[in-house]
Structures are given as structure tokens and as C-alpha cells.
């Protein structure tokens, strides 16, 4: 799964460290915080998005909005804000 320009946000700055409880397979964990990694993310950054994002996204839903942010090249507000509640 692809998720660079979900990752690419992360590099912003806008995601400071804190946890979250795990629902995603742990492919789809692995593919994204490698991605946002990757992209210059912190570890607990990158850990600190994707609590969020499980918590307030569905795994089936997570899967529409990686399609739709390839292929748009655009983020949804449904996981900016999710990330940004990171702060």
C-alpha cells in the first residue's frame, strides 16, 4: 500500500509522539509506518498518526482513502483530522 502523501504530511510537523491501540493487520501497520518513516517521519510520529487513524477510521475505510489520495493526490479531511489530533 502506497501512502506518501499520507506520509507526507507527517513530515510537517503537525504529528507530536503519543499512542494508540492497534486494529489494522499488521501489514497494513508495517506498510505505513515504513512509508511515513521513509518520508523523514519519527518513529513516534508516524506511531502517534496511525493510533489515530485506527481509532477514528475503519480498516476498509483506511483502504478507500490510500486508493483515493494515490489516484487524486489528495489526503481526505477525515485522516488530516484524525492526525491532527495528535498535537
Same mark, same amino acid.
Given at each position: 500500500m502506497r501512502l506518501a502523501l499520507l506520509a507526507?504530511? %507527517?513530515t510537517l510537523g503537525l504529528v507530536p509522539a503519543c499512542g494508540g491501540t492497534?486494529?489494522?493487520p499488521d501489514e497494513v501497520r508495517n506498510n505505513f509506518l515504513s512509508s511515513c518513516q521513509d518520508s523523514g517521519g519519527?518513529?513516534?510520529r508516524c506511531d502517534c498518526? %496511525?493510533?489515530k487513524i485506527e481509532a477514528k477510521v475503519s %480498516?476498509?475505510?483506511f483502504k478507500k482513502e490510500d486508493t483515493a489520495a494515490v489516484v487524486n493526490g489528495?489526503?481526505?479531511r477525515k485522516i488530516t483530522d484524525a492526525i491532527a489530533e495528535c498535537r
Open positions: 507526507a504530511i %507527517l492497534s486494529k489494522y519519527t518513529p513516534s498518526a %496511525l493510533g %480498516l476498509e475505510d489528495q489526503v481526505s
